[in-house]
Nanobody, 131 residues
Framework: QLQLVESGGGLVQPGGSLRLSCAAS??????????LGWFRQAPGKEREGVSC????????YYVDSVKGRFTISRDNAKNTIYLQMNNLKPEDTGVYYC??????????????????????WGQGIQVTASS
């Protein structure tokens, strides 16, 4: 059993920064057993994988549009995952979700970072970059 709660969203000017946090409440095991990810969904679009981090070696994946601007990290001792978002653009606007998975058969973080691979989701939080 795993519950996820996002925080840190809001409205910023283009070029500004936000840091999203996702606090995990876990029953029975530790966060280090889970692969973690951040996803976003804009109106009329499918939910896309923004960034994911593996449960084993900490390998990361970023969608091309955010490379060099966003950074994913995890703090297993605090049961928290973060997404640092710098130089935000209007096209980054959407609802952001954190998610967790524990499928032992997923082999790479690239393969993992699809919404269909994740059974555990936060409630979502709005991020808006607008002038």
């Amino acid at each position: 059993q795993l519950q996820l709660v996002e925080s840190g969203g809001g409205l910023v000017q283009p070029g500004g920064s936000l840091r999203l946090s996702c606090a995990a409440s876990i029953s029975g095991d530790s966060l280090d057993y889970y692969g973690l990810g951040w996803f976003r969904q804009a109106p009329g679009k499918e939910r896309e994988g923004v960034s994911c981090i593996s449960r084993s070696d900490g390998s990361t994946y970023y969608v091309d549009s955010v490379k060099g601007r966003f950074t994913i990290s995890r703090d297993n001792a605090k049961n928290t995952i973060y997404l640092q978002m710098n130089n935000l653009k209007p096209e980054d606007t959407g609802v952001y979700y954190c998610a967790a998975e524990f499928d032992p058969f997923i082999t790479t973080v690239r393969t993992m970072c699809q919404a269909t691979k994740f059974p555990n989701w936060g409630q979502g939080i709005q991020v808006t970059a607008s002038s």
